[in-house]
């Protein structure tokens, strides 16, 4: 497949979802056609039915009066003159002069002759009009005698009906004479007005449905009219949201819609007020923590390098300090430390809240990572390593040593030896076994594609209060009012958790249910594309220097006050 025709299947295929979304179910679009079909079809079919009664009405009665009044006067003309009692030929003779009357109609003809025998005459000949082609109840109705009164003048009337037969409409009549003459019938075809009315019938259902289709038209051009303001304003609210804070929408007219348009401009307009004093505060606040921190390192080195000496002194055996005045010196000498500590921990928060922060990126072995931040703390006695050697990763070894120092001191400060750590892997696709658990939200596909290294921090503490495990990371945060005092910073696992979200993974903090707490820290194998997105160099080497080493491990902050 050429690279023209996949342009154009998307292409196809994202105009074919653009139209489904327009015409889907919830669409306010396919509601509003709806609507308008619905009324235009219910007046369109009321109009046409009413029409159509109307004039099959008219046309009936139109034809059945002119009709009737034909037959009514060939009765009085022809049928009169008959002789009382008439032979068949006269019958016959005098049927057929009334059918060929404008009216075309066909004539049955009953009477007695002079023998007192009941004959027939019809125009139609043997096989035409006969009696058993009148409905009994008409033949009844014309034979009976009604009462002469005052609103009735005449024993005899004229009576008629409509029948249908093999699906062709028939009007028959039948009368009798007054003075005993003649008892006549009529048939007339009315098959020429019922195909008018058919072919009326036809106009209004075409004329309905160019109404059907009319009012879809109407009804998309009032949609698009409608919701086009809308759709900008959907399309503006999501700009908005994506953080474009000068979206504006242009103004016009005076209705509902541009009232809301004017109120989204103005809201927009005070969020991005909003937002840009509050981008200053934030900018200003973290621009005084970092000054304050590297204006407090100068006095802090001189502070240090003379607690240093008062250190020195107290492990002296010859007794340098005055023992009055010892512990003042101890604890001159920790606050020191632990100031120096918090100096260091604003500095590298300082740099995340910055972005400033940089990957400097090298292969490495986890396992000798691991076995080196322990030695180095002098904690192999009460941690416990199971690793394998050969377990390797591109990472920055670094930020990778603080990470493993503030989780692990954090677990035998707050948790207790032994202190178990283990390391996994676990593959692109789910990984060996299975778990398919790469941490982050940004690291969640960089380790779907190379993998991602597992690594957990299990102790044989307490555990994690349930109130306090979303908590853990946060800044400062105290799990007990009451001790608001802590000899950790308060930063040591939300910088841990910060330089894991820079290599693309992720901490998390959970209680085991054999008992103790369990940080996990996943990392994908491959760091370099976070590297490339950043400084678009394809490696860190430009970045050195984003960030202060702290290999006291002390990993301040998390069960009791992280």
Not at 524 to 547: H, I, M, Q, V, W
Request: with cysteine.
């Amino acid at each position: 497949m050429t690279q023209e025709h996949q342009g154009g299947s998307r292409g196809w295929s994202a105009a074919r979802k653009g139209v489904w979304s327009r015409l889907r179910l919830t669409s306010l679009r396919l509601r509003l056609v709806v609507v308008f079909g619905l009324v235009a079809l219910t007046a369109a079919v009321s109009a046409s039915g009413i029409a159509y009664w109307l004039n099959r009405e008219a046309v009936l009665t139109r034809t059945q009066d002119a009709v009737l009044r034909g037959f009514e006067q060939e009765m009085q003309n022809r049928a009169g003159a008959l002789p009382a009692r008439p032979t068949q030929d006269e019958l016959q003779h005098t049927a057929g002069q009334m059918a060929n009357s404008s009216q075309r109609f066909t004539v049955l003809l009953i009477a007695e002759n002079p023998e007192g025998r009941t004959v027939y005459g019809s125009s139609g000949g043997l096989n035409g009009f006969s009696l058993q082609d009148v409905p009994a109840s008409l033949r009844e109705a014309v034979t009976k005698r009604q009462k002469i009164s005052s609103t009735n003048k005449y024993p005899y009337h004229l009576y008629w009906q409509r029948i249908v037969e093999d699906d062709t409409p028939y009007l028959v009549a039948g009368t009798r004479m007054i003075d005993g003459g003649p008892t006549g019938y009529m048939l007339k075809s009315l098959e020429p007005e019922a195909k008018d009315l058919n072919s009326l019938a036809w106009s209004l259902g075409i004329a309905t449905g160019l109404a059907l289709i009319g009012s879809a038209l109407l009804a998309q051009a009032a949609a698009t009219t409608v919701l086009k303001p809308v759709q900008r304003l959907g399309a503006a609210a999501r700009r908005l949201g994506e953080g474009r804070l000068d979206t504006r929408l242009r103004v016009s007219g005076t209705d509902e819609l541009a009232d809301l348009s004017r109120t989204f401009n103005k809201a927009a307009e005070a969020l991005e007020k909003r937002v840009a004093d509050m981008a200053a505060r934030d900018e200003a606040s973290r621009r005084f923590v970092a000054d304050m921190s590297h204006e407090l390192r100068t006095p802090l080195t001189a502070i240090t390098a003379v607690t240093e000496v008062l250190e020195e002194e107290l492990e002296f055996e010859g007794g340098g300090i005055d023992p009055m005045i010892e512990p003042a010196v101890r604890l001159v000498v920790s606050e020191t430390r632990r100031l120096n500590d918090l100096v260091e921990n604003l500095m590298e928060v300082t740099r995340f809240d910055a972005g400033t922060a940089r990957l400097v990126l090298d292969d490495v072995d986890i396992a000798d990572q691991i076995t080196a931040c322990i030695d180095a703390r002098a904690w192999l006695d009460a941690v416990e390593l199971d690793a394998e050697r050969g377990i390797h990763a591109r990472i920055d070894p670094r930020r990778l040593d603080v990470i493993l120092a503030n989780l692990i001191g954090n677990a035998l400060k707050h948790g207790g030896s032994p202190v178990r750590v283990s390391v996994r892997e676990e593959g692109g696709a789910g990984g060996p076994d299975g778990a398919g658990d790469t941490g982050g939200a940004d690291g969640a596909d960089r380790a779907a594609d190379g993998g991602a290294v597992v690594i957990e921090v299990r102790d044989n503490g307490p555990g994690i209060p349930e109130d306090v495990l979303p908590h853990v990371f946060d800044r400062f945060y105290k799990a007990s009012a009451s001790r608001p005092r802590s000899e950790g910073s308060g930063l040591g696992l939300s910088i841990a958790q910060e330089n894991a979200h820079i290599h693309g993974g992720e901490i998390t903090a959970a209680n085991s249910p054999e008992g103790g707490a369990v940080f996990t820290l996943r990392l994908p194998r491959d760091a370099s594309a976070l590297t490339e997105d950043k400084d678009g160099t394809g490696n860190g080497d430009g970045a050195r220097g984003g960030g202060t080493r702290k290999d006291d491990g002390t990993g301040e902050g998390a069960k009791g006050d992280a």
